[in-house]
T-cell receptor, first 112, second 113 residues
């Protein structure tokens, strides 16, 4: 039973446009959410996080939105760049020190 | 530079052999984790340790063992009991504090021949 779901295995976007990656969760106890970026044969790197007391967190080109009533979060990348092409994982935990539960990832391709 | 070092990066093993993957961190983090990544499966937790000399099973611990004798080291042994060991293995650590993100190593690719 997947507690964190990324229903789109892949996404293709034109350079300069917005990329929107989506994530749904089922466990209402989750209160801390993170996005990671991963290149092939490398470890994931942390991008941005949000706690459940907020509905938006922004860091440069990256913004995460949280809709608690819908149990949905999304990562917006504006503007998208070819170097953003990677697999993006959504993760959730109960408390900032709880074990992270990861989604299966979405492969983003940004075309020049 | 502070970080997490995994070795070896690539490892080949014959069926029936145990192998040990190394993970060392110099971030002074208390918690360490082992994840496994398979194509289309995301990251699944194998074992984790919140403190030295203590560790807990994750979601897919069968066929694996760990030890945590030192704060900076958390080796993972893939035993012959693991039915499908070919995968990409990731070690991570986390410090205490509000921002609970994990810091990952570069990963180890294990292939069973």
């Amino acid at each position: 039973d997947q507690q964190v779901k990324q229903n789109s295995p892949s996404l293709s976007v034109q350079e300069g446009r917005i990329s929107i990656l989506n994530c749904d969760y089922t466990n209402s106890m989750f209160d801390y959410f993170l996005w990671y970026k991963k290149y092939p044969a490398e470890g994931p790197t942390f991008l941005i996080s949000i706690s459940s007391i907020k509905d938006k967190n922004e860091d440069g080109r990256f913004t995460v939105f949280l809709n608690k009533s819908a149990k949905h979060l999304s990562l917006h990348i504006v503007p998208s760049q070819p170097g953003d092409s990677a697999v993006y994982f959504c993760a959730a935990s109960w408390g900032s020190q709880g074990n992270l539960i990861f989604g299966k990832g979405t492969k983003l391709s940004v075309k020049p | 530079d502070g970080g997490i070092t995994q070795s070896p990066k690539y490892l080949f093993r014959k069926e029936g052999q145990n192998v040990t993957l190394s993970c060392e961190q110099n971030l002074n983090h208390d918690a360490m984790y082992w994840y496994r990544q398979d194509p289309g499966q995301g990251l699944r937790l194998i074992y984790y340790s919140q403190i030295v000399n203590d560790f807990q099973k994750g979601d897919i611990a069968e066929g694996y063992s760990v030890s945590r004798e030192k704060k900076e080291s958390f080796p993972l042994t893939v035993t012959s009991a693991q039915k499908n060991p070919t995968a990409f293995y990731l070690c991570a650590s986390r410090g205490t504090g509000y921002t609970g993100e994990l810091f990952f190593g570069e990963g180890s690719r294990l292939t069973v021949l």
